[in-house]
């Protein structure tokens, strides 16, 4: 059970500025306090945050480039050109491709997708790919999700007289690909007001600009693909704030009326078609099915199912999906035992701060997600590496504080390639390069990680008296989703409270359920993947508890649950 630091939000807070917002907007004061820690104190800020309406969505005509590219599709469509769709195999990419292909097609485009294989071709543009689409007629290529570091590879493209059109949304290089138009939030002569939207929401503005372009009722396009939109900006893990709440919002409610008939198949076959339809919903039941189709087999399966046109045909992929995500679960599974191993037999693990794992013939697919869970297990960034025939490649997952990209932007002499965000990367690597990368990026880490970067750390947005958690507390809060990145789903400490029973429950006993008690307020709780908590407390012991608010519905019956996010001995330095 690792020790973690619990960091209160509300600190600092002018209880009298509080007070004076609450009753002006007629808010809860737990409310105000939420807004407040994520920096929101004005009246219009706060009515945006809450309500989501769609005037909140930004001109797509304002990102960089768009005025041009718009003008480019829209004469594509009109002269008949081929259009190629250039897409990525993860769910954004997915999403990101079918956005764009059904809006051409539904203007009459010729226009066809095009999706690199993880495996023999990797990440981003190739030339293989381009001059195959060349040969094909294509006249435009449309970049969703990737091109924007393509330099060398969309100079090859003008030279088959193919115009390139990039939208993209990851981090820029100093040197820009000469595209017809590089649409890029990221770009550093952007004056766009939101840099944070996935590759499928720049995808979706694409489209937006082309429909204004093409005089079409942009009200009408927005709800018709929102949907794909809200489900690649959920998957990629993207800041849940500005436009993107808008777009997850209402994304989420076409979805809860019917929505795609290929999305409604997958919820039935993952047995999740009676959960309540929210962000989280969407990251661990449906991105998962999405993205086993480019780890496990082929992300065409995946397009497939979002281009479904019959709940017969739609039914049938879903299936294909859901068992490649169980095929994934099991492949990520063997990799992680094979990898922990790995780290106990590593005398030196304790004094690196980036953990560096290599393996031979690891699935490319899945090592991404096995160093998600070796980095949250360790609280330390984590690469892992599939070498075959000494040519390797990477995927890391790192911790609040160290900046994945700038740390292989700092070493990339021992690199192919990479790229990425912050939190998550990809790379390439020789495996005669595998030892001094690992001493060169843990040389990196030293420089700019501290001892306390290296503890974990809990938000707490306010501490609460037991008599507080109710039904209708938890759904109050309801009106403040959709959580996720930079918009987390709020969480409080309860101080002082008695364990009254304490077990562990689940197939395999991984999760933590106990009862505890205030003077008469009684307060269930469940803890997800938190069973060791069982060896350090015990029934009449007095805690402290980190959680967030739930509903659980039990033959019917609505009460309030503790969602544990940490437990401690009680004392008052919490």
């Not at 293989?128 to 091109?147: F, H, Q, W, Y």
């Not at 409604?264 to 078609?273: I, R």
Request: aromatic share 6%; net charge negative.
């Amino acid at each position: 059970m690792r020790n973690k630091i619990w960091c209160y939000k509300n600190r600092g807070i002018d209880l009298e500025e509080l007070k004076a917002f609450s009753e002006q907007y007629n808010l809860p004061p737990v409310i105000s306090t939420i807004l407040f820690n994520r920096g929101i104190k004005d009246g219009n800020a706060a009515k945006l945050f809450i309500q989501k309406p769609l005037s909140g969505v930004h001109n797509p005509l304002d990102l960089p480039d768009m005025p041009v590219a718009a003008k480019r599709i829209a004469e594509a469509i009109k002269n008949n050109e081929k259009i190629v769709v250039y897409g990525d195999y993860d769910v954004d990419g997915i999403t990101s491709v079918v956005l764009m292909y059904s809006y051409l097609k539904s203007e009459g485009a010729d226009v066809d997708y095009y999706i690199p294989d993880r495996v023999s071709e990797g990440y981003g543009i190739n030339i293989m790919a381009i001059n195959k689409i060349a040969r094909s007629g294509a006249k435009l290529m449309i970049t969703v999700d990737c091109g924007v570091t393509a330099v060398g590879e969309v100079e090859f493209a003008r030279t088959q007289k193919l115009d390139v059109i990039i939208t993209d949304h990851h981090t820029c290089k100093e040197d820009l690909p000469r595209a017809v138009a590089v649409v890029n939030p990221k770009r550093e002569d952007s004056e766009y007001p939101f840099d944070a939207l996935a590759g499928v929401g720049v995808s979706f503005k694409t489209v937006l600009a082309v429909a204004m372009e093409l005089g079409r009722n942009t009200r009408d396009v927005f709800m018709r693909y929102v949907e794909l939109a809200a489900i690649g900006t959920i998957a990629d893990v993207m800041s849940v704030t500005d436009e993107n709440r808008i777009i997850i919002e209402h994304g989420l409610e076409v979805m809860k009326n019917g929505g795609n008939i290929g999305i409604k198949a997958l919820l039935e076959v993952s047995g999740a078609l009676q959960r309540p339809v929210d962000a989280a919903m969407v990251a661990y039941i449906v991105a998962p099915r999405i993205n086993a189709a480019g780890r496990i087999g082929n992300a065409d399966t995946a397009v497939r199912l979002l281009l479904s046109e019959t709940e017969e045909e739609a039914k049938a992929v879903a299936a294909e999906l859901d068992c490649a995500n169980r095929e994934r679960q099991e492949a990520e599974q063997a990799i992680f035992e094979e990898a922990m191993d790995k780290v106990m037999k590593d005398a030196t693990f304790d004094k690196k701060q980036v953990i560096v794992l290599s393996g031979e013939g690891w699935h490319h697919g899945v090592i991404g997600i096995v160093a998600s869970r070796i980095c949250e297990r360790f609280y330390k960034p984590c690469i892992l590496v599939s070498f075959e025939n000494g040519v390797g490649k990477g995927s890391g997952r790192s911790i609040p504080g160290f900046n994945l990209f700038d740390a292989l932007a700092a070493t990339e002499e021992h690199l192919t390639n990479f790229g990425g965000h912050s939190a998550a990367a990809g790379l390439g690597i020789n495996a005669d390069s595998i030892d001094a990368f690992t001493a060169a990026i843990n040389k990196y880490a030293a420089g700019v990680l501290t001892a306390e970067d290296m503890i974990p750390k809990i938000d707490i947005d306010c501490r609460l008296k037991p008599e507080t958690v109710s039904v209708g507390f938890a759904k109050a809060l309801k009106k403040l989703e959709p959580f996720g990145t930079d918009n987390e789903r709020p969480v409080f400490s309860v101080l002082g409270v008695k364990i009254i029973a304490i077990d562990t429950v689940g197939v395999d006993k991984k999760h933590l359920k106990m009862r505890v008690a205030s003077d008469d307020t009684v307060i269930s709780a469940i803890g997800f993947n938190m069973s060791e908590y069982a060896m350090f407390f015990k029934n009449g012991d007095i805690v402290d508890v980190a959680f967030s608010a739930d509903i659980n519905v039990y033959q019917g019956r609505e009460s309030a649950q503790l969602l544990l996010k940490d437990m401690k001995k009680h004392s008052s330095n919490n």
